[in-house]
């Protein structure tokens, strides 16, 4: 009130007074505003002015009243006005009077712009460091009251940044619910300053709102698994200052919700009752917690949770014991100990629960529970008995074959045999997931009567495992039950029993049933060879093979054909030769070259001890194109040694040639060495030279030096000077050959790189691909002839060279000169030379004015 007094008063001062305190620099300004005293500009120049001139502060202060007392509702001048006296007080006690003479000049400028936000702030401000909470906090209601909402959030910002600088718990929990009210997106923080405060039932309550929303992210980027873990752990560690939430419905809620937690919300919800002093609670929470569970993660936590608290109520009462000596505690703490042993004791069992919740049909699983049960009898039984019906065949994991097994089993173990022949006569007709486990369960049920030697019933029971089944004998044909006769491993079994128990008529009656029915494996039909070789049935062993012959195909039929051959030259040598010869002959029709080697060499074994050596020649000649290329080269050898053995070295000279022509370059190059030197040591010298001369061409002297340092000894030791020149003539025309070749295809290799950049450019860039389609060559002109060597078989003859004429250009004047090489080397023979045309490019216009003439 005395501001607004004071100002009426300067308004109404005589000039004599008003004139106090102003210099002749003031004069013009002050003429100014007494010729526009309704222009801000002028006021502000002069302030200005003076602000420059460092004027004193009540000269400025008379200046701004002055100003203000013409222009009220000047927001310009009110702001400088109120910020120029706070920077003049800034340095003052806050209790001095002159922040008091601020916060009056506020209050006379709020009485006429109260809708102005900045100017709330900047008193909120000037309250703040006032330090007068009470003032501080009406000023701030003030101007939420006074300012429309949508200005509140600078405000509200401001005071709640007040109320949490000061240890007002009650005064700030009522302002943070109003403020919630404007802004719910601070639930966060005020959560965070309860906690802070230990105000934990209001911050619970205020998780639980949280958590109910449907956010997958909150504001500061926590999930809402984040803060229903940080809720448990929460209400679990304070359930003393817990009064208005149902702990236990909200945690269990948690359970079902957040799936990957389990183990931890069990635990938390066992602590509240533990912090709660509930002990048989947190029992009961524990055990119901391993029962449902469905992972081994959750089950390990809850379980080392629960034997850590067992272990701690063990410690604490045998402390308890040893202070009073209690007799009745003695005995507490020997049930307790019993139940914390019993708790070891069922880990293995619980763990096991903890697998089959999560996979009733694991096999494996339930086979591990019946060993856990070892030892007791009627717990394993029943552990079986479950399984059985738990496990469905067509989602097993396994096989429950094992599970009908092992309980026949254990009932054979104890002495129940009726037992467990019921359990095999009742898993016979059970589902399955395939036909090989029902194979295996007649199988064990064979077996075990053979064990307790009843044979007849173990044939009794292969015998009804492997009737084949009639129309309408089951309702559905496509069962185990109706695809086991077909089973292999079933016949076997049954061959096996017929061959020690039966005879050699109902033997054979099975091993033909099971070619009938085509189950039969080469393995099984060499058996049922042996078995009738063995009881002196030859021709009936050979019958055998054939059958097998007639049901396989190559190459699983090689081992029937090999045994069959051995068997029949072992028994009838060369008394029947040419039945063997056809049986070779059929053998080698329809033989895979990779398996031909071995019949071919017994085929010839056959006719050099009992046959004509030309035969075995024959069949050497035609084992060399007949087998396998790896194995052609051995063959080869085989060949020669018996030509030379037989008709000596001219005859092998033909067989050499071929071999050549035919091997890989490897082998060929092999064989060319080994034909050379065999020509060597018969004095044909020429012989020799031709043939390392013709191998030269497939013969790097880079890569096979051995080769060349061969012929050069050679050349050394037969040859003279020309004979060495020419020598080294094909050597240098070979490498220069091989480089020739490796050259244009490093060219080759890099101008299709280049057309694949092309493309790739032509088509980023269709406008610009025009303009180089035109400027590219033809593709006869600009391709080049790419010369490359024969890496596949050679011909024992060499073919004439093939040359390419060049295009050039031809000077009618030219004199035709004869010019020889330097070296006389050159001229023993012509060279292969390799050439590629000249692009049309290089001529130019010379080669299209020739072209022209031409024409």
Known sequence: MADKENATKIEKMPNSETMKGISSEDVPFEEDIIRNPTSVNCWQRY???????????????????????????????????????????????????SWRALCDTYERCLMRLHKMPRIWICYCEVMIKRGLITETRRVFDRALRSLPVTQHMRIWTLYIGFLTSHDLPETTIRVYRRYLKMNPKAREDYVEYLIERDQIDEAAKELTTLVNQDQNVSEKGRTAHQLWTQLCDLISKNPVKIFSLNVD?????????????????????????????EFERARDVYEEAIAKVSTVRDFAQVYDAYAAF????????????????????????????????????????????????????????????????????????????EAVKSVNPKIQVGKVRDLWIGLAKLYEDNGDLDAARKTFETAVISQFGGVSELANVWCAYAEME?????????????????????????????????????????????????????????????????IELRVASPQMIMNYAMFLEENEYFELAFQAYEKGIALFKWPGVFDIWNTYLVKFIKRYGGKKLERARDLFEQCLENCPPTHAKYIFLLYAKLEEEHGLARHALSIYNRACSGVDRADMHSMYNIYIKKVQEMYGIAQCRPIFERAISELPEDKSRAMSLRYAQLETTVGEIDRARAIYAHAAEISDPKVHVKFWDTWKNFEVAHGNEATVRDMLRVRRSVEASYNVNVTLTSVQMRVDAERKAQETTTSSNPMDSLDQQQQQPSDGAGSITQVSMNKGNISFVRGAGKTVQQNTTENPDEIDLDEDDDDEEDDGGDADISVKVVPAQIFGNLKLAEEEEEA
Not at 251 to 277: E, H, K, M, N, P
Not at 321 to 330: A, K, L, N, T, Y
């Open 450 to 514: 053979m064990k307790h030697k009843r044979a007849k019933a173990a044939l009794t029971v292969m015998q009804r495992a492997c009737v084949v089944p009639k129309p309408g004998d089951y309702e559905n044909m496509q069962s185990v039950q109706a695809r086991v006769h077909r089973s292999p491993i079933l016949w076997a079994m049954y061959a096996d029993y017929e061959e020690c128990c039966g005879t050699v008529e109902s033997c054979r009656k099975v091993y033909d049933k099971m």
């Open 310 to 385: 067992e272990e701690r109520e063990v410690s604490i009462m045998m402390q308890e014991v040893e202070q009073s000596g209690d007799p009745e505690e003695e005995v507490d703490l020997e049930w307790m100990f019993q139940r914390y042993q019993h708790l070891m004791e069922r880990k293995n069992e619980l763990m096991n629960s903890v697998l089959l919740r999560q996979n009733p049909h694991n096999v494996g699983e339930w086979l591990n529970r019946v060993n856990i049960y070892e030892g007791n009898y009627n717990k394993q039984i029943e552990t079986f008995k």
């Open 47 to 97: 302030i200005d002015h003076k602000l420059q001139n460092k004027s004193p502060a009540k000269q400025m202060f008379l200046i701004y009243e002055r100003a203000l007392a013409v222009f009220e509702r000047s927001y310009k001048l009110w702001y400088h006005y109120l910020k120029y006296r706070e920077s003049t007080i800034v340095n003052k006690c806050p209790t001095d009077n």
């Open 249 to 277: 419905a909200i945690i269990r809620q948690g359970i079902y919700r957040y799936t990957d937690q389990v183990g931890f919300l069990w635990c938390s919800l066992a602590d509240y009752y533990i912090r709660s002093a």
